[in-house]
C-alpha cells in the first residue's frame, strides 16, 4: 500500500461514493497521480479526469472486485455502514468508527 499524499482529499480505509456509476466502496491504496496505461485511460475513463490529481483503488460493495477512480468522482459517504467485499481482511483489521483500521496501523 502507498502513504496518501498531502494533496489527497480520501485517505486509505475511508468508505466512499462514487458519484457517477452510485456505488459505494472503501479505499484501499491511493497513487497520487494516475498510474495507469494511456490504453486503459483512453478506453475506460469516459468522462477524461484529470491525470494529475489522485487516483484511489476501491473495493467495491456487494462486489469481487476492485475498481480504479479519479479523485473528482468520489465522495465522502457518512453513512458509518460497513461494505462487504471478500477480500476486506486483506487490507483491514476492523471497521470502527465509520472506517476501515489498516492491517499496518
Known amino acids: 500500500m502507498s ?5 489527497c482529499k480520501f485517505f486509505i480505509g475511508q ?3 462514487h ?3 452510485d456505488y459505494r466502496g472503501v479505499i484501499v491504496d491511493v497513487d497520487p497521480e494516475f498510474q ?3 490504453e486503459w485511460y483512453e478506453q475506460v475513463a469516459g468522462s477524461r479526469p ?3 490529481k489522485p487516483w ?3 473495493l467495491v460493495h456487494q462486489g469481487e472486485h476492485m475498481t ?3 479523485e473528482r468522482n468520489l465522495e465522502a459517504d457518512h453513512s458509518e455502514t460497513a461494505i462487504h467485499h471478500p477480500m476486506l481482511t486483506h487490507f483491514f483489521t476492523r471497521f470502527e468508527d465509520g472506517k476501515y483500521i489498516c492491517l499496518m496501523s
Not at 502513504?3 to 494533496?7: F, Q
Open 3 to 7: 502513504l496518501a499524499h498531502d494533496s
Open 15 to 17: 468508505v466512499i461514493h
Open 19 to 21: 458519484r457517477l456509476f
Open 36 to 38: 495507469g496505461t494511456d
Open 50 to 52: 484529470p491525470r494529475n
Open 56 to 58: 484511489y483503488h476501491v
Open 68 to 70: 480504479y477512480v479519479a
